[in-house]
């Protein structure tokens, strides 16, 4: 991959597999790691956002203090994709060229890595609690106010309030 080593995930540790050290792209040909495999990353590529698919979270890599890169393809996450861009945590991009050109300038830039990093992450941190606000939002509508009758869906949402 143009001067990479590349490596599967699965063949990391196993005996007889080649030895990479250095900087090498690593493919993830297993399920249920990617969440966690993004905090060894120098930058984040989300490739499934390449193709129209969905359902790939940019903020996984964000949460990890990473610069997140990403493709066209980001309906399913479009708010999230224009908050990193904003606060300057990622790239999007839609020509291979861009792509290459700021990889390569990611990758020689510490100080720059860095910055998007903390960028990124702090957009997670901004937008934490969606949850526990619904929840409330959803308390707020459906507890009686003085002088009204009360709502028979109040009650199983009391149960889940009292844990805040």
């Known amino acids: 991959m143009r001067g ?11 005996a007889g597999a080649p030895r990479c050290t250095g900087p090498r792209v690593v493919v993830l040909d297993s399920r249920g790691e990617l969440a966690a495999i993004y905090r060894e990353a120098v930058v984040a590529f989300v490739g499934g956002t390449l193709v129209p698919i969905g359902g790939h979270n940019l903020l996984e890599p964000a949460q990890w203090a990473k610069p997140v890169l990403f493709g066209p393809y980001t309906d ?3 708010e999230i994709a224009d908050l990193l861009i904003q606060a300057g945590g990622a790239v999007g991009f ?3 060229r861009t792509s290459r050109r700021q990889v390569l300038a990611l990758f ?3 100080e720059e890595r860095e ?3 903390r960028s990124a992450r ?6 934490q609690g969606a949850l ?4 409330e939002a959803i308390d707020r509508l459906l ?19 009292a844990g805040r």
């Open 4 to 14: 990479f080593a590349v490596q599967r995930r699965s063949t990391i540790g196993q």
């Open 76 to 78: 399913h996450c479009a």
């Open 94 to 96: 839609s020509r291979r």
């Open 108 to 110: 020689s830039n510490d």
């Open 115 to 117: 910055r998007m990093g």
């Open 122 to 127: 702090q957009v997670v941190e901004q937008n």
């Open 132 to 135: 526990q606000q619904t929840l």
């Open 143 to 161: 507890t009686p106010q003085q002088g009204t009758s009360g709502s028979p869906l109040a009650g199983p949402v009391a149960p889940l309030m």
